[in-house]
């Protein structure tokens, strides 16, 4: 059997889904091998949970940025995208940035997608043209689902009010970021591979 070569891609889209998965289950079996060994301290601040959270947030960040500047026709979209990766940095930072700049503490971190938008409200026909193309791909629908993840679920189902009604409060802290934390951990392995499954779909001749 001869596939042509829409059949092909749409078979290479597929297997890329399924490693993802199994990257993801990967992932978090990782999180309870670390919880095994640092117990309580894996989601202290600065523990491993928030490095890992920054480091993927950096690396996705980092991804868009160079695309941004090796793919010209994407780079006004690679640049929204990154200057997001880079203001959810800061807000992971919180406390750090507390401490070192208290005026702003890390809402200076929204200098990033401002500064985008600003450039993508000025190029406003390719970006829009852009953007009409990039929502067909599988990468948009892959950080659709992220955020889903680190948003309603994470701040909303972990809520501290929902919590407590739910599990009393007993404990009520701990189990609270127990949840959001690795929600969240989840959600920025998710927008990792997003970032990956974009340079991929970006560079198919169709797009």
Not at 71 to 77: E, F, G, L, P, Y
Request: with cysteine.
């Amino acid at each position: 059997m001869t596939l042509t070569k829409n059949e092909t891609s749409i078979l290479l889209n597929a297997v890329r889904q399924g490693i993802y998965f199994a990257l993801l289950y990967a992932f978090v079996a990782l999180l309870c091998a670390f919880s095994q060994h640092f117990r309580e301290k894996i989601f202290h601040e600065h523990g491993v949970v928030e490095n890992i959270q920054l480091s993927l947030l950096l690396g996705s960040g980092m991804i868009f940025a160079i695309h941004a500047c090796c793919h010209k026709k994407w780079h006004i979209v690679s640049l929204l995208l990154a200057s997001c990766c880079f203001l959810a940095c800061c807000r992971e930072l919180d406390k750090f940035f507390d401490d070192v700049t208290p005026l702003t503490s890390w809402k200076f971190g929204f200098m990033f997608p401002i500064a985008a938008f600003a450039y993508a409200i000025k190029h406003f026909e390719k970006t829009f043209k852009t953007l009409l193309k990039f929502v067909t791909t599988p990468s948009f629908f892959m950080m659709c689902s992220a955020i889903m993840v680190i948003l309603p679920i994470a701040q909303y189902v972990g809520h501290r009010p929902f919590v407590s009604a739910v599990l009393g409060e007993d404990n009520l802290p701990a189990i609270k970021e127990f949840f959001e934390e690795c929600c969240e951990a989840i959600g920025y392995f998710m927008i990792f591979l997003s970032s990956i499954e974009y340079c991929i779909n970006t560079r198919t001749k169709h797009q």
